[in-house]
Structures are given as structure tokens and as C-alpha cells.
């Protein structure tokens, strides 16, 4: 989730599946000021590690945060004195696409306005590249989830944020003495493992798992594309050149208070534009 790499995917989707993506419905609807919203997804949406080592912060999430540094989606388009009431963060740290049917069932339950989803970089990051979450895996817990959704709450909008570029995480990450050691701990070990292991086989451990990544963000945009109440971040954050700033001092890979407010301001101007974002706009 930082400096640029010019080795990463456009957009965080795979270019060759463009001709599978369903067209646009022409009834598709969008309300710019939803009055309630539920998150969902992975520790990023939690605000791991971004006050304290090893620990959730959902008071700086940027999804429903309380934090006013942070500015979160929640404080922008409900207001402080709504968001206790009428934004619920159904996050989970180390979730993946798999959990998210649960998920968007609780979500469901609240019959808020707007879901946003984050998921995917835990998919990706797995201990080794076999062990990354298959792209029709993926897949099919995107669509369960919105149909469990659906079911539930048919008017709910989603919002839908692409997984963060990993390799850009490593480009920047490895020239930094301490966030390359605390890599070595074990976090998204199929991409930041051995951050100075410039060989052929590390290159291309990398380059498959940021292949994965720009499936899982091309599942993303479809499966959202099928429904009329979804609209997707056009890949935004997968493209969005965070700094070392953005990241947590404690481990190099989740957002800070910093990065969390950007977060909040991609899917702000998102939510918020007259039309729906487009890939590498």
C-alpha cells in the first residue's frame, strides 16, 4: 500500500477478462447520502494496528470510525451524533472472501443503506502462493454474499473497495531496515517474505501473487457489476501511491491513522460522485 512499482497491474484487474464483465444496467440506482451504513470485511475496516501493537482500533476505521483525525465515512455522511447508532462495523481481523456470507448476513440484520466491503489482501496473503484463496473461490463467496445480502436488505446499496496493491507494499517496504525485519515475523509472508531476495524464484513468487491480486480485484468489479445497487471504487485504492507515513509503525502493512484517512477519502468521493468511478480514472 505504497510507493509506486511499475511492475503492478492497471487498475488491479486482468485486462483479458474486460470482454466478461456485464454491461451496466441502464436502471442502475445510486443514492449519494445513504442515512445508515454497515461495514464488512477484513482488519483493515477494524483499524488493526494503527494505535496500538497487535490490537483493533475501530475508533480510527475508515469505514465507521469516531476518530475525527481520521474523518471516517460514517462521520461524513451520517454525523457525529448518528454514528453510534446508525453505522455498525461487522469487520473481522483475519478474515477473508470466505467469511464475508456471515458477514453480510449480520450486515443484513441492521437493514442499513450502504454496506461498504473491503476483502482480498488476507486471500492473498497466505503463508506460501498454493495456499492463496482459488480466484473461483473467491468468486463464489462474493456472489453468496450478496445474495445472503439481498435477501435480507434488497434496497441496501454496497460499496465495494479493490484489495490494496501488495507489491507496491513490498517496493516501498524493503528499503526500510526495521519494516523488512518485522516482515520476517510472518506478515503476508507470499509477498513481503524475504524482501531482499531479488533472485528469478522471488520475482516471480511475487508476481504471482500480484497476478492473484488483480483477479480477485477483476471479481470484485463484476460481481458488483451485476447488481444494480453496487458500485465499485474503480480500483482506487488498488492505484493509490501510499507513503511510509500511511502505515503502521508496528508492522509495516496495515494502515495508520494517516492511511486510514485516506481510505475514508477515496470511498467518500466515491459514494458521493454523480457517477460511478471507472478503472484507472
Known sequence: MAACDSSSGSSGRDPSATSARPSPSPTRVWDSSPRSLAAVGDSITRGFDACMILADCPEVSWATGTDTTVNSLALRLLGPSAVAERSWNLARSGADASDLPEQMARAAAHKPELVTV???????????????????????SLEAAMATLRKGAPKAQVYVSSVPDLKRLWSAGRGDALGSRIWELGICASMLGDAQDLSVQAEQRRDTVQQRVVAYNGVLEDVCAEDDRCRYDGGAVFDYRFTGEQLSRWDWFHPSRDGQQRLAEIAYRNITAAQAPRAGS
Open 118 to 140: 473491503m476483502v482480498g489482501a488476507n486471500d492473498a496473503c497466505a503463508d506460501t502462493v498454493d495456499r492463496m484463496t482459488p480466484v473461483e473461490d473467491f468468486r463464489a
